[in-house]
């Protein structure tokens, strides 16, 4: 796979922010499970959180 970097934050609205560069398709695929999964947990209690 190739070289990539991660910078990883936490937006105003609670949610992860992910942004990187280089990689390929399968780092991108990898990022944008990993940033779905992250912003359906609910932080505090470690479970899927419900959306309004």
């Known amino acids: 796979m190739p070289v990539a970097s991660f910078s990883i934050s936490k ?22 499970l990993i940033v779905g999964y992250a912003n359906r947990i609910d932080a505090p209690a470690g479970i899927p959180a419900t959306f309004s």
């Open 11 to 32: 937006a105003d609205d609670g949610r992860m922010n992910i942004k990187y560069q280089g990689g390929n398709e399968m780092a991108v695929g990898m990022v944008d």
